[in-house]
């Protein structure tokens, strides 16, 4: 606001009041102090308390009357039915005033006196001459005038000349009068005045009636005293009442304290000292220094001239130059200086706006010096100087206090949930920027009209938005910096703010707290002291002191500390010079978290890229304060996750008794992005000498398409050999619905993978078969197709016919003979088309039927496949003997390939029921056809079709048999059941059988890949019964269940047509798997098979039993279910348990043939402990029950050095030699370590 000032103070010094200076002293109804009371809470209903101020008036006179204070006709002139409100005039004629007047007591006589009397008689009647001090009484009334002359008849008397009228407090002088006898009513013309009690009245005409004590004047009246004057169209005056009422264009003047009064009617209660001014009423308040004018107006205002309080009521409007004020009502306390607007009060100049539910002033010598704004208070200011257009801001607080000095805000004070929202100019092609503070309080203090500093208390925050491109949306979604601390103090014209005690700020990715941090919002630029803390993008910097530039994103901290992933740094100087670049002058590194850690890095010169590495320079590494090594730089890698780089930590040197001094897994791995990566690796044996290298690579872009290759390459110089091998696997989305997937697998020798020298895993060497495969796929609504090309390679499949002789003389395979086994197995191509599976009530045809719902249940299914396939099996063709000594005959088979390739189709149809009957058993009937094309038959029939079917039923069901009997923590048992049977039946097909030679019955037919059929009967069933006990056991409150405590399950079958087809018996051999899982440390399962025919029914058993154990060393031990992993642990986890203990026992035992029952029985046990806080023992043995003797040992000691580890291990194995291995490095920098010995260590020949 460009100037503060009261309001309406002058209100209270209305110009009527001025007519109470010289009243008779009365007793007031209440007492003066309830005066400020009862205006306030007269705005509670501004229209009850003015006609309560009427009501008043009315007591009044009824008051009077009783008292006889007043006349008749006046009692009965004001009267309650006669006043109105909202400014009606006062009328006295009215019914119950001409009534009163007929009960009246009879008038006093009129005495009329003069110097000279003469009298006539005319057509009027008698007429009395008076001439000289003409002197009339009635009662207490007298009249004096120079001349006069009565009627009698008419009983009127006029009278001219210095006519002068004393009746009471009352003398009214004027040129002309004329006076009814009847109705004792007075009308004076000429230079009429009126003086009451101080009071005098002047107009060119009037009235006064005697009787009601009443003056009326009309036509420019005026009224005064010493101090003020009054004008209006008609003033009517109630002498005993001392009641004012003035009409038409009132103008009241307080000479005084410059004080105008405008109003279409005033009523005033010379008693009370109130004033009513309505119609269009205004005040117009003329400051002591003559300089600024103030005008309030509303439609109904009410003054009190004797405690100079005004109320204003209904559209209350108060304007002074270019400040205004609205309000539904308002009081004004000129005595005590306050002054309140309540109901939507609102205030306002060019450029600030205040509302709220109430407005309360303060002042001293008219003089604003306080306002305050209560509940809901709002603060608005929209810049419209040409410095400040575009500027706006917004104060808002439960309640906001304005201190005003000079008619210039001083300060102000917001106070409960407290919030300022400040917006500046908007630079050109930029957005404004924006300030937004919230806190319990808000302090601001100005300067030569302009905000100076600001202060936030109490749970302060805020946000401040930095301006940026118009049309760069997402930059306006990032730039700003949020703000918190318990003090938060603005200085404006600086542009700083200041956080602090306990000061935190977040500016995108970065969070900073210290005690006090300094941002200059202007240079976008901040200063942390006191401990300062800087959060970037998880990344944590400590230091002393700290400075920060937002727009270039570099800042610098002093006596600095970071921790970034596992390194800690520390510094004289750090400072970020770029998004991920860190500059640290006089740096250390180090990853042990002491305060004087047990080793560092120290540099004089250290540059960190964030998410990459860090490069330092001189270098030298220290343990404890002691130097060891200097380097002239040195490269840390610092790059989480997956990135490109060396493979150090699994580079290993050693030596072997067969390659001799080694070097292992030297690579490196490289992600160009984020879809694939490649890994180059390689090892080299000097003995040899020989080298491997390998590579792989994975790739995969979600939805469309991922996969893998991997190949290694050999070369050995002591047998002049080279091998390699390659492997990899694709899948390509083409389409929504098509899909592509290819892979290969080749190897250049069958005995590369076999050799564990070269690193290959135990999967890779045990892995005897070589796929390649390509597979095209496309799913239609209606259905689905596939297309194949496959190739599958036995690299053993030729060992069993590959025969060597040896001293004893075995029997070699005749030539001829046919490997059991293809080496080569070639589909090219296959392909089948498959069609949805449906359910035969979903038929159009049926659909609708009555046989819909019950045939729902049943489902078909259709499919054809054709196929072309290729095979190469070996075959001896004779053998080749040789004599690698005198005395021992060897001879080796000479092998060859015979190819056969077939050709066919294969069609299958199905259909399929499950129900359920009885309500408890499953029923699930099921019907095939299969019709195939074969391009020929063992008879050498060529392109030969047939066909056919089998059917069959299976049933099933549940019992349950519940146990609630508490045996210690057991709450009960259930017994559940799950028996099923299936039958199937296929009949005897002559067509494809045939009789050969010796008169045996065989198939006409060979299958091949996925066709074939068999003409032969089928009739047999197949059983299982599967049986479980579960458990509910209580563990403290709560109660658990185990749904497998114990499971039994037992299956056979059952061929109805054994002897038909030659066997001895119908039954087969059942079968018994039998599995223990108690809740505690021990787990055991058992598994046999049963010949019911055989004196020895018992042909196989096996079982395992398990046991677990784990606590402290001190006392006993929790159960486990945790199985202890055996290979050395050195993570922080590896010393949680104290001591464990795992022990497994198997067996395993049968009868080969006729032979004995022979079995194999073994113990497994891996134990450790923890020998102390830091070091750690474990030990691992495979015993051999049969050779009563251990297989294997293994022992190994951890020793956990806070930020390093040190292991030694040694292993024993049973035909092979003793090997050791020592390591000893840190722990979070795995390539820097120190070991020796074989990294690689075996246990039960298991790499």
């Known amino acids: 606001m460009k100037r503060i000032t009261v309001f309406v103070w002058p209100v209270v010094l209305a110009a009527l009041a001025a007519f109470a200076a010289s009243c008779a002293p009365r007793v007031l109804s209440r007492p003066p102090g309830a005066a400020l009371g009862d205006s306030v809470a007269m705005l509670r209903d501004p229209i009850a308390a003015l006609n309560d101020s009427l009501m008043r008036a009315r007591g009044g006179v009824e008051s009077a009357a009783d008292s006889g204070a007043v006349s008749d006709s006046a009692r009965a002139a004001l009267t309650a039915d006669s006043l109105v409100r909202a400014g009606a005039a006062i009328h ?219 109320m204003a009521l209904d559209s209350v409007r108060v304007v002074r130059d270019t400040l205004q004020a609205r309000a539904d009502s308002a009081v004004f306390d000129d005595r005590a200086g306050r002054a309140w607007l309540f109901g939507h009060p609102r205030a306002w100049d060019t450029e600030t706006t205040v509302t709220g539910d109430t407005l309360e002033m303060w002042s001293e010598g008219r003089e604003l010096r306080r306002f305050v704004v209560r509940r809901n208070a709002v603060m608005d200011y929209v810049g419209n100087r040409p410095d400040s257009r575009g500027e706006t801001s917004r104060l808002t607080g439960d309640r906001v206090d304005v201190f005003v000095d000079e008619d210039r805000i001083d300060s102000l004070l917001a106070l409960g949930s407290a919030r300022s929202v400040y917006t500046s100019r908007a630079r050109e092609g930029k957005t404004p920027e924006q300030n937004q503070a919230l806190g319990d309080t808000i302090l601001v203090y100005f300067k030569d009209r302009k905000v100076e500093r600001a202060l936030v208390l109490g749970h302060a925050s805020g946000e401040y938005r930095f301006g940026v491109a118009e049309d760069d949306t997402a930059a306006a979604r990032r730039e700003f910096v949020r703000y918190e601390s318990p003090r938060i103090e603005f200085f404006v014209p600086r542009d700083l703010i200041v956080l602090g005690p306990r000061a935190s700020l977040e500016y995108r990715d ?102 990459d590495k860090l490069v330092a320079r001189p270098v030298v590494f220290f343990i404890k304060n002691v130097p060891l090594l200097a380097l002239p730089f040195y490269v840390f890698p610092t790059k989480p996750g997956r990135h490109s780089g060396l493979l150090l930590p699994q580079v290993e040197f050693g030596f072997s008794s067969q390659g001799g ?52 390459f050999r070369r050995d110089d002591r047998v002049s050999s080279q091998d390699y091998s390659f492997s990899g696997d694709h899948s390509q989305e083409l389409s929504p619905r098509t899909r592509l997937l290819a892979g290969a697998n080749f190897v250049s020798s069958r005995d590369y993978q076999r050799d564990p020298q070269y690193g290959t895993n135990l999967g890779n060497r045990l892995n005897r078969f070589l796929t390649s495969k390509l597979y095209l796929t496309h799913n239609a609504d209606w259905a689905s197709f596939t297309a194949l090309v496959d190739r599958r390679q036995d690299l053993d499949a030729d060992e069993s016919i590959r025969f060597r002789d040896g001293f004893g003389g075995l029997t070699p395979p005749a030539i001829g003979t046919l490997a059991a086994l293809p080496n080569l197995l070639e589909s090219a191509p296959q392909m089948s088309v498959s069609f949805p599976t449906r359910s035969l009530g979903s038929i159009s045809a049926i659909k609708n039927s009555p046989f819909a719902k019950p045939l729902g249940t049943m489902y078909l299914s259709l499919s054809a496949t054709v196929q072309r396939q290729h095979e190469r099996r070996a075959v001896v063709a004779g053998y080749a003997p040789f004599n690698p000594d ?257 022990l497994s026992y198997s067996y395993s035992g049968g009868y080969a043939g006729l032979g004995q029952w022979s079995s194999t029985r073994y113990m497994n046990g891996v134990a450790s402990s923890n020998l102390s806080k830091w070091w750690r023992a474990e030990y691992l043995a495979t015993y051999d029950f049969n050779s009563r003797s251990l297989l294997s040992q293994r022992f190994g000691l951890t020793r956990d050095l806070h930020c390093w580890f040190a292991t030694f291990s040694r292993s024993f194995v049973i035909g092979g030699e003793a090997e050791y291995y020592f390591k000893i490095g840190l722990k979070d920098l795995r390539e820097i370590f120190y070991e020796r010995g074989t990294r690689q260590q075996t246990f039960g020949g298991i790499q």
């Open 92 to 310: 006295v004629e009215t019914r119950s005033a001409l009534e009163a007047r007929k009960r009246r007591a009879p008038d006093p006589p009129l005495n009329i006196a003069a110097s000279n009397v003469t009298g006539s008689h005319g057509p009027e009647g008698d007429i009395v001459m008076l001439n000289g001090n003409v002197r009339i009484t009635r009662g207490r009334t007298v009249i004096t005038a120079d001349r006069g002359r009565y009627e009698r008849e008419a009983g009127m008397l006029y009278l001219d000349d210095r006519v002068r009228l004393v009746d009471s407090t009352t003398v009214a002088t004027c040129d002309h009068a004329s006076y009814n006898e009847g109705q004792d009513l007075l009308w004076l013309t000429g230079n009429v005045v009126f003086r009451d009690r101080g009071a005098t009245l002047r107009a060119p005409s009037g009235t006064f009636d005697r009787r009601a004590g009443r003056a009326e004047l009309m036509q420019q009246v005026i009224a005064e005293d010493s101090t003020q004057t009054v004008t209006a169209d008609h003033l009517t005056y109630w002498r005993d009442l001392q009641l004012l009422q003035t009409r038409g264009h009132v103008v009241a003047i307080d000479r005084e304290h410059n004080v105008t009064m405008r109003a279409d009617s005033v009523d005033y209660d010379r008693v009370s000292k109130d004033a009513i001014a309505t119609g269009s009423p205004s005040l117009e308040a003329l400051d002591e220094d003559g300089e600024g004018t103030t005008v309030l107006s509303a439609l109904r205002l009410k003054v009190n001239s004797e405690n100079r309080i005004a």
């Open 510 to 611: 970065l969070a900073l707290s210290a005690q006090r941090v300094e941002f200059d919002s202007q240079a976008q630029s901040l200063k942390a002291s006191g401990t300062p803390e800087l959060l970037d993008r998880g990344d944590r910097v400590t230091g002393r002191l700290m400075t920060y530039d937002l727009e270039t994103e570099a800042g610098t901290i002093y006596d600095a500390r970071t921790n970034y992933e596992k390194g800690i740094y520390r510094g004289d100087q750090i400072r970020k010079v770029g998004e991920n670049v860190l500059n640290v002058k006089h740096g250390v590194y180090t990853t042990c978290d002491l305060e004087h850690p047990h080793y560092h890095f120290a540099a004089r010169y250290m540059k960190i890229q964030l998410k």
């Open 661 to 712: 001094q080694f070097v292992r897994n030297a690579g490196y791995y490289y992600a160009p992005n984020d879809y694939m990566d490649f890994t180059v690796s390689g090892d080299y044996y000097r003995a040899d000498p020989s080298f491997v290298l390998r590579a792989e690579s994975f790739y995969k872009l979600q939805y469309v398409l991922n996969g893998y290759f991997t190949g290694s």
């Open 886 to 1142: 005198p005395v021992t005959i060897d001879s080796t088979a000479l092998l060859t390939q015979r190819d056969s390739t077939r050709s066919g189709g294969v069609t299958q149809f199905s259909i399929t029921d499950s129900r359920r009957l009885f309500g408890w058993l499953n029923v699930a009937p099921r019907f095939s056809a299969t019709g195939a094309l074969f391009d020929r038959d063992v008879l050498g029939n060529r392109w030969v079709g047939t066909g056919t079917w089998n059917s069959g039923i299976s049933t099933s069901s549940t019992f349950y048999g519940t146990f609630r009997s508490s045996i210690g923590r057991l709450v009960g048992l259930r017994h559940v059941v799950f028996p099923s049977v299936s039958y199937g039946y296929s009949p005897d097909f002559e067509q494809l059988t045939y009789i050969d030679a010796n008169g045996v019955r065989r198939q006409r037919f060979s299958s091949f890949g996925s066709i074939g059929v068999s003409g032969f009967r089928n009739s047999s069933l197949s059983f299982n019964v599967d049986q479980r006990l579960q458990a509910k056991w209580k563990r403290g409150d709560d109660v658990l269940r185990l749904d497998n405590l114990l499971s039994w399950s037992t299956s056979g079958s059952y061929n109805f047509l054994f002897r038909e087809q030659g066997q001895l018996r119908g039954l087969s051999d059942l079968g018994t798997v039998l599995r223990l899982q108690p809740p505690g440390l021990v787990s055991a399962d058992v598994s046999s098979r049963v010949d019911p025919y055989s004196q020895r029914p018992l042909r196989t058993l096996g079982f395992n039993l398990n046991a677990n154990f784990s606590g402290s060393l001190l006392g006993s031990g929790d159960a486990t279910q945790t199985p202890y992993t055996s290979t050395f642990d050195n993570s922080p986890d590896a010393f949680s348990q104290p001591w464990s203990l795992a």
